[in-house]
């Protein structure tokens, strides 16, 4: 019996495999549009959560703010992807000084955590960086591959999934998978992926691309003592700062001009 889960989780691997915007092959085991389902369903859960406990932020100006920017980012990030148009772009601002970190699940329902603007002191420029990289992983159906990651780690899951004759996307676990995914890191090609589609987005939307630079340079000075690049999942911030630098001139040709974008509605969870 273990033989055989093993040989029937190995033929799902092999079958399971889609292709991302630049081009990579990603592991799939469950659809982008069961990803989208799922997602929906840990993120209402999620703000639930941040609802009782009063952390959601019910600032205008900070609202605003963070709508416009990432209203300009969603109108490029529809031009580009056009099946995104039908996604519930939305923010939930969570108020939490101390973390740093921002995030964008499959579907375009985000989250920012206020440390982000506490800590790092961004510009607009720099914000437009960090929404166009996370809005990027949902472009890239990275929330997919991450809980496809969750999935296959549970032969058990793979197996029950072949014996009831059931796609492995509408099998309970996908719902486990959609909550593990807002914690499991994506993998560093992943990031790598999302940086480069990410400073597209922003200097389409009209944001000047050297603030991908400058961010990583804040986000060097806050990290720390950080364990050596090749120990950790995600690139360093001097070497992330460094391949967005050398991608600025291309991208400059995108938007010479630093045109604003459009404004598309996103809505602010309160």
Known sequence: MPRLITVIALALLV??????PTGRSQLMLISPDAAIVE?????????????QENKLVDDPRMADRVARITGRLVTEAIALYPKSANWEWS??????????????????????YTGLFEKLKLTDDEFAQIMGHEISHALANHTAERMSRAMATSLGVLAVGVA????????AGASVAAKVALE?????????????LGIELATRAGYDPDAAVSLWDKMGQN???????????????GNRGATLAALTPEMRQ???????????PVLIVR
């Open 91 to 112: 923010v939930a601002i969570i108020d939490d000084p101390e973390t740093v970190n921002a995030w964008c699940m499959a579907g375009g329902r985000m989250a920012v």
């Open 184 to 196: 499991l890191p994506n993998s560093r090609t992943a990031e790598l992926e999302a940086d480069r």
């Open 223 to 237: 990290a720390g003592k950080a364990p050596p690049e090749f120990l950790s999942t995600h690139p360093s911030p």
């Open 15 to 20: 079958s399971a495999c889609a292709t991302s």
């Open 254 to 264: 995108l938007n010479p001009n630093g045109k604003k974008a459009a404004v598309h």
């Open 39 to 51: 997602s929906r369903k840990a993120y209402l859960s999620t703000v639930s959560q941040l609802d």
């Open 164 to 171: 009831s004759d059931r796609p492995v996307a509408t099998m």
